[in-house]
């Protein structure tokens, strides 16, 4: 039993015992005894009363003067407010410290409830995004008006931060990066890039200029070769140090294409020019394309497409990656082998995949192919003419048409080069598209 509540026991029987003693002298025993509990629970009453006034009153002060286990209860009371007021000093350290390191980061901070609605954010987010204190409980959507700030928090993958011009300044450039928590809570961290943004920008205008730059001397120096090169007059000890002339300036002027064609993927945003693209069409150029490229090796190019599916984007671009992939199969697979061309309805919208039989790529080289200029070995793709940057368009091509690049290859067995488009690329019309025809060279 608890100490205080055997004290009041104790006090209970002597008052009981007391009471008898007194009643039997006074011939009255019962009523002395009643009279005896009556007096204890006024006694009891009082205390209530006093504990009760305190703890409404202010339990700051001195706790009334209790006895027995009213005494017992008002000094713990005491003790634990001073334990909670220790934790709550302590607390509210903490949350300073906080307040004043979040405050000292110079990237914006700013928290967001499930509605998008901001509850708190740091100094910094003040002066990269704009907001003041009145702004609380306003959706952040007021301030970054973006539509791709917009279609980026209604992602649920946000493992790769949004590059924006700031709100506040055009020449400034933001980089968001949301993290979810809670019950759809969201931390948004802003951070200036604009430097970074700026180099990165002056690379791609360096690249752009210089390949514009050297594509017109190139072309007159092919030119003087191949003229050279077809003279008649032309000593035989000259005609193989020609004929490498021009086999490299070739190669140099594809490099210099690509590296247009690369640059210009990066540098133009604008994807106002998407428009229906009927695929079978255009994947049909590319197969006899391909069957051109590959003349005598005879490759078996096949295209399994179903009719009338129309996808949204830039006839140019799609074009390009998807020549790059056949290509790239017919430059590697063995003369004769088979090509296939299919495309297909997937769950996440649609599927154009490139499959040959070719000699695979070792799965430790797959992670880094999209890469500018990796190659996998070098002097198997100079033969082949190749400029290592066929994938990496690829990859740009996709990522401009929310699409990804899947590669799948195994050594010796072949590889399997799939696009996937998401589903709102794909116009509503032509979703439920016909039978699937194959088309063979
Ligand atoms: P390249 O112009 O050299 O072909 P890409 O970027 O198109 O450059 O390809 C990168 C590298 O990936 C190539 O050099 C080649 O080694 C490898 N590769 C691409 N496609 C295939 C394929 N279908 N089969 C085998 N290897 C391939």
């Given at each position: 039993m608890n100490r205080g509540i055997a004290g009041e026991v104790r006090i209970l029987g002597l008052l009981l015992l007391v009471c008898a003693v007194f009643g039997a002298v006074n011939g009255y025993p019962f009523i002395t005894m009643v009279l005896g509990l009556l007096g204890y629970l006024?006694?009891?009453?009082?205390?209530?009363?006093?504990?009760?006034?305190?703890?409404?009153?202010?339990?700051?002060?001195?706790?009334?003067?209790?006895?027995?286990?009213?005494?017992?209860i008002a000094d713990s009371i005491v003790q634990s407010q001073r334990q909670h007021r220790r934790e709550r000093a302590m607390l509210q350290t903490v949350i300073k410290r906080g307040q004043e390191t979040t405050r000292a980061i110079r990237d914006g901070i700013i928290l967001l409830n499930s509605d998008a609605e901001i509850e708190w954010f740091n100094s910094a987010a003040t002066q990269l995004v704009g907001l003041r204190n009145q702004d609380q409980g306003q959706s952040l959507f007021n301030f970054v008006r973006h539509p791709r700030f917009v279609q980026y928090m209604n992602k649920s993958d946000f493992s790769e931060p949004l590059d924006l011009p700031s709100p506040q300044n055009d020449a400034m450039r933001l980089q968001y990066q949301l993290t979810r928590f809670g019950l759809g809570d969201c931390l948004v961290v802003v951070r200036d890039v604009t430097r970074l943004y700026k180099l990165e920008q002056m690379r791609k205008d360096f690249v752009a200029n210089v390949s514009h730059e050297l594509r017109t001397p190139l072309t007159v120096l092919r030119g003087y070769v191949e003229t050279l090169g077809m003279s008649e007059e032309l000593p035989p000890k000259w005609q193989k140090p020609l004929q490498q002339m021009e086999q490299q300036s070739v190669r140099m002027s594809a490099l210099i294409q690509d590296l247009i064609e690369l640059s210009q993927l990066e540098t133009n945003e604008n994807l106002s020019t998407h428009r229906p693209v009927d695929i079978k069409l255009l994947l049909q150029t590319v197969q006899s394309d391909a069957l051109a490229l590959s003349a005598d090796s005879k490759h078996q190019v096949k295209l399994k497409c179903p009719d009338g599916i129309q996808l949204l984007g830039s006839e140019k671009e799609l074009q390009s990656a998807f020549s790059n992939l056949v290509f790239n199969a017919v430059k590697y697979s063995p003369a004769g082998t088979d090509i296939t061309i299919t495309v297909r309805n997937h769950p996440l919208g649609l599927l154009v995949a490139v499959k040959d039989k070719g000699p695979g790529i070792d799965s430790i080289?797959?992670?880094?192919?999209?890469?500018?200029?990796?190659?996998?070995?070098?002097?198997?793709?100079?033969?082949?003419?190749?400029?290592?940057?066929?994938?990496?368009?690829?990859?740009?091509?996709m990522l401009r048409h929310s699409g990804r690049l899947n590669i799948k290859s195994r050594l010796g067995k072949g590889s399997t080069f799939?696009?996937?488009?998401?589903?709102?690329?794909?116009?509503?019309?032509?979703?439920?598209t016909t039978q699937s025809t194959t088309t063979e060279p």
């Open positions: 006024g006694w009891t009453l009082w205390n209530i009363s006093h504990l009760s006034r305190w703890l409404s009153n202010n339990s700051r002060q001195l706790p009334p003067d209790l006895h027995g286990i009213w005494g017992e080289h797959l992670p880094r192919l999209t890469e500018r200029f990796y190659r996998v070995n070098s002097s198997r793709n100079s033969s082949t003419g190749g400029t290592g940057l066929g994938l990496a368009i690829v990859k740009h091509v799939t696009c996937i488009f998401p589903i709102r690329k794909i116009l509503p019309a032509t979703q439920s």
